[in-house]
């Protein structure tokens, strides 16, 4: 897709109510250079009170690992990096990256990136502003992503969560997602991905 028709692709809408009633018209469309700015600033800071804790024992002829879902003693707010792709790049070579949008306020957005040669989709970043979530915003984003993967054929999309987002890989997985593996040492404090995938359909 060249970036005249990502510019031009039609606005996706859905309705939400605020506590006075009020209706507000959410749009989920592409971003323009402008909305990028806004969506890089964007604070994926969450809070869990659970966590994934991996178990691996390894022997002649065997390996085995497990994942246990564990219960912390008090909740834990994990900050996250900011951005630091170049998205004006992933923009222009026509990446999959849509913005929910109310007014002149971006609620949050979403990047896929593509692997031609496995023909699947990576989502790469999947925020919504704290204050927005749990509304229906990451869901609608989502939805339209994998629209996007269907158009161009894609055999899956694709996600890596830190074991420490219990709340992003309990979203993934309400959402037709699957756990198909997990990586190591990827980040620079040794994080553990779980990763998750599931057809785009």
């Given at each position: 897709m060249s970036c005249a028709e990502a510019r031009a692709s039609p606005q996706r809408s859905l309705i939400s109510h605020s506590p006075t009633t009020e209706v507000a018209v959410i749009y989920i469309r592409r971003p323009t250079l402008h909305d990028l700015n806004e969506c890089a600033k964007l604070d994926a800071t969450f809070t869990t009170n659970k966590v994934w804790q991996m178990?691996?024992?390894?022997?002649?002829?065997r390996i085995q690992v497990q994942f246990h879902l564990v219960h912390l003693p008090r909740p834990m707010t994990v900050p996250v990096p900011p951005e630091a792709r170049d998205m004006t790049k992933a923009w222009q070579r026509g990446d999959g990256i849509?913005?929910?949008?109310?007014?002149?306020?971006?609620?949050?957005y979403i990047?896929?990136?593509?692997?031609?040669?496995?023909?699947?989709?990576?989502?790469?970043?999947?925020?919504?502003?704290?204050?927005?979530?749990?509304?229906?915003?990451?869901?609608a984003l989502l939805e339209r992503a994998v629209e996007w993967g269907r158009e161009r054929k894609l055999q899956g999309i694709e996600v890596a969560l830190s074991t420490k987002n219990h709340p992003?890989?309990?979203?993934?997985?309400a959402h037709g997602f699957v756990f198909t593996g997990f990586s190591e040492h990827l980040w620079g404090n040794q994080e553990i991905l779980m990763h998750f995938s599931r057809v785009a359909r």
């Open positions: 178990n691996l024992q390894a022997d002649s002829g849509y913005a929910a949008r109310r007014g002149n306020m971006i609620l949050g990047h896929i990136e593509v692997n031609h040669e496995t023909k699947t989709g990576h989502i790469r970043r999947h925020v919504v502003a704290p204050e927005f979530r749990q509304q229906g915003v990451g869901v992003a890989i309990e979203f993934y997985l």
